[in-house]
């Protein structure tokens, strides 16, 4: 089993990555904040801790072998407990996890359904389950998680950050960038407290009008 890998990243998808070890070139299957996260490592080194598993279906005779890759041991282990969750699987799994691991973990903890109902293929019913399965489990992953690639990772996102950030998204920001802008924005104005008025903020901050 490859439990880590190191080598140069060469490509990027929604989905994978394609590291470069040597004289081979290996897919590595992402989760989205991964992605975001290594946009701007494209040709740089890095490293990946990963988890092995056969796609397909055994009586069909067409089973495919694929490595998924994660920015830290902490978020392989925090995987391996997300799909436990009955209806969540790998696939699933990695298109879901659009936020930061410790934001995720912090919504399951504190029961905030509906944060997890933002999450990509994360209907009410599945947030429910996640909730239901998980809660109480997962304490260590939502306080303090950090990221091998840096940023992005720091504390839970608040229901008006995580609505700020899904908007920014959708008007064609970065989310890695977003992220940080959502951060740098709260800081300076802890008062504001919902998605209209952090929105407009983060914009003046990108833009260099904000004081």
Do not use: C
């Not at 089993?1 to 081979?24: D, F, N, R, Y």
């Not at 494209?42 to 067409?62: A, C, R, W």
């Not at 998204?169 to 008062?191: C, F, Q, T, Y």
Request: charged share 20%; proline share 4%.
């Amino acid at each position: 089993m490859i439990a880590q890998i190191e080598g140069k990243l060469t490509s990027l998808t929604p989905e994978s990555g394609l590291l470069k070890v040597g004289p081979i070139s290996y897919e590595i299957m992402l989760p989205g904040y991964a992605v975001s996260q290594l946009a701007g490592q494209i040709n740089s080194d890095v490293s990946f801790y990963t988890m092995q598993y056969l796609e397909g279906s055994p009586g069909g005779g067409n089973l495919l072998p694929r490595l998924v890759g994660f920015l830290s041991e902490a978020e392989r282990e925090f995987f391996h407990q997300y799909t436990s969750v009955k209806g969540m699987g790998i696939r699933k799994g990695l298109k879901s996890l659009t936020l930061p691991v410790a934001t995720i973990a912090g919504a399951i903890e504190s029961g905030d359904e509906k944060l997890l109902k933002t999450l990509p293929q994360v209907g009410k019913r599945l947030a429910q389950l996640m909730i239901a399965q998980l809660q109480g489990k997962l304490e260590g992953y939502a306080v303090g998680e950090t990221t091998a690639a840096g940023g992005g990772g720091g504390a839970s996102f608040a229901n008006y950050q995580v609505e700020a950030l899904e908007i920014l998204v959708a008007w064609g920001e970065k989310r890695a960038e977003a992220m940080e802008l959502i951060e740098l924005a709260s800081n300076k104005h802890p008062d504001v407290k919902s998605a209209e008025e952090l929105v407009p903020l983060v914009y003046k901050i990108k833009q260099g009008t904000e004081v």
